[in-house]
């Protein structure tokens, strides 16, 4: 069996990331439920994502110095660019929230960020475990039930938008919140293929 060479300043560096990236979810779960301190979590989200952001230019230069990998440059390119997209999405969500002064709390906002979390846990975990591909593929299945029920909460959420006579201006706002959750889970069953593959190849 070919194991992945020890190189634990990458594993660490992904770790590192993965745990923003939880950090960040988790807090937009108590944006969506506390829309009176949207200023306070905005910032404390936007200080996580200054820090996966220095954490992947970390990884960029890393691989530039390195002449040996322990994985392919290309899958250390895919994965510390989808572990930081998610981190991205969760800011932009938290920043639009903030900008269109969200006052009300929604349901389908938070029911939407708790799956959100769980789907960040699970590729925390699966970052931790690359070197097991048992794992690491029993993660991707659970994470697949985390995007069909985002899909299907997004989609609740949409039409709920539309019933009756809402306002326009209300709709456009909340559509646009409800786009960048639903994206970043997008984003994290990508951030897990790529994790899967990684796995697979590596095992």
Not at 171 to 181: G, L, M, P, Y
Request: aromatic share 6%; glycine share 4%.
């Amino acid at each position: 069996m070919r194991l992945i060479p020890k190189d634990e300043g990458f594993f660490d560096l992904f770790d590192g990331l993965a745990d923003r990236m939880t950090k960040a979810a988790a807090i937009l779960n108590e944006l969506f439920s506390e829309t009176t301190r949207l200023d306070h979590f905005a910032g404390q989200i936007k200080d996580l994502e200054h820090q996966a952001d220095e954490i992947t230019h970390e990884i960029m230069l890393r691989l530039d110095r390195s002449f040996v990998t322990p994985l392919d440059r290309e899958d250390i390119h895919a994965l510390a660019t989808a572990l930081d997209n998610v981190v991205d999405l969760i800011d932009g969500t938290a920043r639009r929230a903030q900008m269109f002064h969200l006052a009300d709390r929604r349901e389908p906002a938070k029911r939407m960020t708790v799956v959100l979390v769980r789907a960040t846990e699970l590729i925390k975990e699966a970052v931790h475990k690359v070197r097991q591909p048992q794992d690491v593929g029993r993660i991707a299945r659970a994470i697949k039930k985390c995007e069909e029920e985002g899909d299907a909460l997004y989609a609740e959420a949409v039409a709920d938008l539309f019933k009756g006579t809402p306002d326009a201006l209300d709709v456009i706002k909340w559509k646009e919140v409800f786009d960048n959750i639903e994206h970043a889970l997008d984003e994290s069953e990508d951030a897990l293929n790529v994790l899967e593959s990684i796995s697979i190849k590596n095992s």
